[in-house]
C-alpha cells in the first residue's frame, strides 16, 4: 500500500476498486472488432473484422462543459457520461461515419468509487446507444486541482466511413431540403448562458415550471444529449443524403452553413417542429431576443440532414420508425446568410 502517495491526497486503492466496478459497464459495449480487455496500456480494436474496402477513419473529441456544474449541483452523475458520448459520436456521424469505439477521461480531485463508476456506467450506456466499444481510458485523481465532489469528463471517439460514401457537404446545392431531428433538450451546449439565467434569476433547480411540464428544472436541464448515430445511419444507408449537420454550440446559424458552398444560405421555417419548453423559459427568464436562442442553443433540433426534396419523406418515415420525430424544416438557397421566419 503506498502509505505517503495516499497522504499526498491519491488512493491508489480507490483507483483498483474503480478499475473493478467498471469491468461490467465496459464489457456490456463489445462489438464486432473489439480486442482485448480492460487493464491493457492502449485500447485496440480490429478494423480488418470489419468488411469496409477503402476505409476511412473518422475522430472526434469533446467535453460536456460547464453542464457538470449542474451535476453537481444535483448530486447526479449517471447521465453525464451519455453527454460525453453523445458530443463525440454525433460528430463523426456529421461525415457519414459510424463509431466504432470510444475513449473516456475522467478527472477529478479525490477517486470516489461509487461516483465514478456511475459517470462510467453513463458513458456505457452511451455506447450502446451509439454500438460503439469503450475500449479504454483513464482516471485521473488530481488532488488540489478540483473543489470537493467536482471531476471533469472528456471523450475521444473514432469511427469509420467507405470513401466513396463519405458525406462532406460536396453534393449540397440550391433546392436541397433540410430534415430536422428532435432534440432531448439543451443538450451540452450553451450552458455558461443557461447558469447566467438560473442564478440572475434565482430559479430552483427542484421546482417545476409551467414550460417544463411534470418535470423538475434541474431534470430538464440534465435530460441527455440525444445520440442520434444507429437511426441516422439507417437514412443514409436507404437515400442519398448530401450533407449533416450536428446542432451544438453557435445554433442554427454557426452550424448547418458548415455544409454549404460559396453562394449558399438558409431558409428555415419556424413552426415546422416544436421548439421546447426549455428553451421559453431561458428566452422568457434570460430576457434573451428570440433570433438571438437560435445562434445559441438547439432549440428543439438536434441534427439536420440535407437532402434532395424528393428524398425527404422516405427519411423521416425511416426516422419515425426508429421512434425520432423528424420534419422538412427548411431548404438551401442561392442567398448567402441564415433566413428565419
Request: glycine share 12%; net charge negative; hydrophobic share 40%.
Amino acid at each position: 500500500m503506498a502509505v505517503n502517495y495516499e497522504k499526498a491526497g491519491v488512493n491508489l486503492e480507490a483507483g483498483y476498486e474503480v478499475v473493478r466496478r467498471i469491468k461490467q459497464h465496459v464489457s456490456s459495449t463489445n462489438r464486432l472488432g473489439t480486442m482485448g480487455n480492460i487493464g491493457a496500456f492502449g485500447g485496440m480494436f480490429d478494423l480488418a473484422a470489419l468488411n469496409v474496402k477503402e476505409p476511412v477513419l473518422v475522430s472526434g473529441t469533446d467535453g460536456v462543459g460547464t453542464k457538470l456544474k449542474l451535476a453537481f449541483a444535483m448530486d447526479k452523475h449517471d447521465t453525464i457520461g451519455i453527454d460525453a458520448v453523445a458530443m463525440c459520436v454525433n460528430d463523426v456521424l456529421a461525415q457519414g461515419a459510424e463509431p466504432l469505439f470510444f475513449l473516456d477521461y475522467v478527472a477529478l480531485g479525490h477517486n470516489i468509487p461509487e461516483k465514478v463508476e456511475a459517470i462510467v456506467a453513463g458513458v456505457a450506456e452511451g455506447c450502446r446507444q451509439a454500438g460503439c466499444a469503450l475500449i479504454g481510458g483513464e482516471t485521473a485523481e488530481m488532488p488540489g486541482m478540483y473543489e470537493d465532489g467536482e471531476y471533469d469528463i472528456a471523450g475521444f471517439t473514432c469511427g469509420v466511413v467507405e470513401k466513396s460514401q463519405l458525406i462532406d457537404g460536396s453534393k449540397v446545392k440550391v433546392g436541397d431540403v433540410l430534415v430536422g431531428i428532435a432534440s432531448s433538450g439543451v443538450h451540452s451546449n450553451g450552458f455558461s448562458l443557461v447558469r447566467k439565467v438560473l442564478a440572475d434569476n434565482n430559479l430552483d433547480l427542484n421546482a417545476k415550471y409551467e414550460e417544463l411540464g411534470d418535470r423538475t428544472l434541474g431534470e430538464a436541464l440534465l435530460c441527455p444529449t440525444r445520440i442520434y448515430v444507429k437511426q441516422v445511419l439507417q437514412v443514409v444507408r436507404n437515400c442519398d443524403v448530401h450533407g449533416i449537420c450536428h446542432i451544438t454550440g453557435g445554433g442554427f446559424d454557426e452550424n448547418i452553413p458548415r455544409i454549404l458552398h460559396d453562394g449558399q444560405g438558409l431558409h428555415i421555417n419556424e413552426g415546422s417542429w416544436e421548439i421546447l419548453g426549455v428553451f421559453k423559459l431561458l428566452e422568457k427568464y434570460g430576457q434573451i431576443p428570440h433570433r438571438e436562442m437560435f445562434n445559441i442553443f438547439n432549440m428543439g433540433v438536434g441534427m439536420v440532414i440535407a437532402l434532395d426534396e424528393s428524398e425527404a419523406q422516405k427519411a423521416i418515415e425511416i426516422l419515425t420508425a426508429a421512434g425520432e420525430k423528424a420534419s422538412i424544416i427548411g431548404r438551401v438557397t442561392d442567398k448567402e446568410g441564415v433566413v428565419i421566419e
